[in-house]
Protein backbone atom coordinates (compact mmCIF):
# COMPACT_ATOMS: atom_id res chain seq x y z
CA UNK A 1 0.00 0.00 0.00
CA UNK A 2 2.27 2.55 -1.20
CA UNK A 3 0.56 6.57 -0.41
CA UNK A 4 1.81 9.63 -0.25
CA UNK A 5 0.59 13.15 -1.12
CA UNK A 6 -0.54 14.61 -4.81
CA UNK A 7 2.27 16.56 -6.26
CA UNK A 8 1.34 19.57 -8.58
CA UNK A 9 4.48 19.58 -10.12
CA UNK A 10 4.98 15.67 -10.51
CA UNK A 11 1.77 14.41 -10.77
CA UNK A 12 -0.39 16.47 -13.02
CA UNK A 13 1.41 15.92 -16.37
CA UNK A 14 3.10 12.34 -15.93
CA UNK A 15 3.11 8.94 -15.66
CA UNK A 16 0.36 8.77 -18.95
CA UNK A 17 -2.96 9.01 -17.21
CA UNK A 18 -5.37 11.24 -17.13
CA UNK A 19 -6.24 10.87 -13.74
CA UNK A 20 -4.05 12.83 -11.65
CA UNK A 21 -4.42 10.47 -8.06
CA UNK A 22 -3.59 7.51 -10.42
CA UNK A 23 -0.40 9.48 -11.28
CA UNK A 24 0.85 9.76 -7.59
CA UNK A 25 -0.31 6.10 -7.24
CA UNK A 26 2.39 4.88 -9.59
CA UNK A 27 4.76 7.39 -8.73
CA UNK A 28 4.88 6.29 -4.99
CA UNK A 29 4.60 3.00 -6.07
CA UNK A 30 7.55 3.29 -8.17
CA UNK A 31 9.51 5.17 -5.23
CA UNK A 32 8.85 3.10 -2.54
CA UNK A 33 8.26 -0.40 -3.83
CA UNK A 34 10.94 0.18 -7.39
CA UNK A 35 8.29 -1.86 -9.23
CA UNK A 36 8.35 -1.44 -12.70
CA UNK A 37 4.87 0.29 -12.80
CA UNK A 38 4.70 -0.52 -17.05
CA UNK A 39 3.67 -3.82 -15.93
CA UNK A 40 0.72 -2.57 -13.31
CA UNK A 41 -2.48 -2.50 -14.49
CA UNK A 42 -5.34 0.26 -13.09
CA UNK A 43 -8.53 -1.19 -12.63
CA UNK A 44 -10.32 2.10 -10.89
CA UNK A 45 -10.14 3.39 -7.08
CA UNK A 46 -12.29 2.78 -3.89
CA UNK A 47 -14.45 5.35 -2.14
CA UNK A 48 -11.80 7.92 -0.35
CA UNK A 49 -11.43 7.95 3.31
CA UNK A 50 -10.91 11.32 5.07
CA UNK A 51 -8.62 10.55 8.10
CA UNK A 52 -10.48 12.68 10.79
CA UNK A 53 -8.80 14.01 13.83
CA UNK A 54 -10.47 13.30 16.97
CA UNK A 55 -9.33 17.28 17.95
CA UNK A 56 -10.20 20.56 17.26
CA UNK A 57 -7.58 23.44 16.42
CA UNK A 58 -5.12 21.31 15.50
CA UNK A 59 -2.02 22.90 13.23
CA UNK A 60 -1.07 21.83 9.53
CA UNK A 61 1.81 20.45 11.40
CA UNK A 62 0.01 17.46 11.99
CA UNK A 63 -0.51 15.86 8.29
CA UNK A 64 -2.77 13.47 8.72
CA UNK A 65 -5.49 15.33 10.04
CA UNK A 66 -8.59 15.76 7.35
CA UNK A 67 -6.61 13.63 4.60
CA UNK A 68 -8.16 12.48 1.83
CA UNK A 69 -7.11 9.45 0.72
CA UNK A 70 -8.37 7.46 -2.36
CA UNK A 71 -6.79 4.19 -2.61
CA UNK A 72 -6.38 3.36 -6.41
CA UNK A 73 -6.69 -0.43 -6.91
CA UNK A 74 -4.02 -1.61 -9.56
CA UNK A 75 -3.55 -5.31 -11.20
CA UNK A 76 -0.66 -7.74 -11.58
CA UNK A 77 -1.25 -10.11 -14.02
CA UNK A 78 0.43 -13.22 -12.76
CA UNK A 79 0.79 -15.06 -9.82
CA UNK A 80 3.07 -13.61 -7.08
CA UNK A 81 6.08 -15.33 -6.07
CA UNK A 82 6.47 -15.67 -1.95
CA UNK A 83 7.58 -12.44 -0.20
CA UNK A 84 10.55 -14.65 0.68
CA UNK A 85 12.10 -15.52 -2.38
CA UNK A 86 14.76 -14.10 -4.67
CA UNK A 87 12.46 -13.40 -7.45
CA UNK A 88 9.97 -11.60 -5.14
CA UNK A 89 12.83 -9.62 -4.01
CA UNK A 90 13.80 -9.12 -7.91
CA UNK A 91 10.82 -7.71 -9.16
CA UNK A 92 10.06 -5.70 -5.35
CA UNK A 93 13.38 -4.38 -4.59
CA UNK A 94 12.12 -2.02 -2.51
CA UNK A 95 13.83 1.78 -1.78
CA UNK A 96 15.02 1.52 2.19
CA UNK A 97 14.45 4.77 2.53
CA UNK A 98 10.78 4.52 2.13
CA UNK A 99 10.04 1.20 3.70
CA UNK A 100 11.69 -1.37 6.37
CA UNK A 101 9.94 -4.48 4.47
CA UNK A 102 7.69 -5.46 1.65
CA UNK A 103 5.55 -8.69 2.14
CA UNK A 104 2.34 -10.29 0.66
CA UNK A 105 -0.23 -11.80 2.45
CA UNK A 106 -3.20 -13.96 0.46
CA UNK A 107 -6.36 -12.58 0.57
CA UNK A 108 -7.66 -15.59 2.12
CA UNK A 109 -5.94 -15.26 5.41
CA UNK A 110 -6.52 -11.47 5.36
CA UNK A 111 -10.37 -12.44 5.30
CA UNK A 112 -9.63 -14.72 7.97
CA UNK A 113 -7.64 -13.62 10.57
CA UNK A 114 -9.13 -9.96 10.41
CA UNK A 115 -10.05 -9.02 14.09
CA UNK A 116 -10.48 -5.30 16.07
CA UNK A 117 -9.10 -3.87 18.76
CA UNK A 118 -7.91 -0.65 20.34
CA UNK A 119 -5.49 1.52 18.26
CA UNK A 120 -4.09 4.59 19.98
CA UNK A 121 -3.83 7.76 18.16
CA UNK A 122 -1.66 10.41 19.34
CA UNK A 123 -2.82 14.44 18.25
CA UNK A 124 -1.86 17.49 19.28
CA UNK A 125 -3.44 20.58 20.10
CA UNK A 126 -1.89 23.59 19.67
CA UNK A 127 -4.94 25.82 20.48
CA UNK A 128 -3.38 29.68 20.59
CA UNK A 129 0.03 28.70 21.17
CA UNK A 130 2.10 28.00 18.02
CA UNK A 131 5.46 27.06 19.64
CA UNK A 132 4.18 24.73 22.28
CA UNK A 133 1.03 22.12 21.98
CA UNK A 134 -1.11 19.92 23.78
CA UNK A 135 -0.68 16.11 23.15
CA UNK A 136 -3.37 14.06 23.88
CA UNK A 137 -3.94 10.10 23.47
CA UNK A 138 -7.05 9.13 21.48
CA UNK A 139 -8.23 5.38 21.38
CA UNK A 140 -10.57 3.68 19.28
CA UNK A 141 -11.43 -0.01 18.02
CA UNK A 142 -10.33 -0.64 14.09
CA UNK A 143 -10.20 -3.82 11.90
CA UNK A 144 -6.43 -5.10 12.15
CA UNK A 145 -5.32 -7.77 10.10
CA UNK A 146 -1.94 -10.81 10.32
CA UNK A 147 0.87 -10.40 8.71
CA UNK A 148 2.53 -13.70 7.67
CA UNK A 149 5.87 -14.63 9.82
CA UNK A 150 9.24 -13.68 8.37
CA UNK A 151 12.70 -13.13 9.75
CA UNK A 152 11.94 -9.08 9.19
CA UNK A 153 8.69 -9.65 11.17
CA UNK A 154 8.79 -7.98 14.72
CA UNK A 155 6.74 -8.77 17.74
CA UNK A 156 3.20 -6.85 17.35
CA UNK A 157 3.59 -6.17 13.59
CA UNK A 158 0.21 -5.84 12.09
CA UNK A 159 -1.66 -4.33 9.18
CA UNK A 160 -3.73 -1.32 11.47
CA UNK A 161 -4.83 1.77 11.29
CA UNK A 162 -5.91 3.69 8.03
CA UNK A 163 -4.61 1.40 6.26
CA UNK A 164 -6.65 -1.30 7.53
CA UNK A 165 -9.91 0.80 7.08
CA UNK A 166 -8.83 1.60 3.64
CA UNK A 167 -8.24 -2.66 2.87
CA UNK A 168 -11.28 -3.53 4.78
CA UNK A 169 -13.99 -2.49 1.96
CA UNK A 170 -11.99 -3.91 -0.60
CA UNK A 171 -11.84 -7.92 0.86
Not at 32 to 47: M, P, T
Request: net charge negative.
Amino acid sequence: FPGGYYDDDLDSQSGGWKNELVNTALREMHEELQYDIGRLGVSGHADSHVEEDCTQNVHQRDLLVNAKVTPIIGTINYDLPCHTTSEFAALFPGNPEEVDWIFTVPIRDLISGETSEPLQRWNTNYGDNEQHGKKSKHEYWGPVFPIPEDDMKKEGDKIWGLTAIVLRPLL
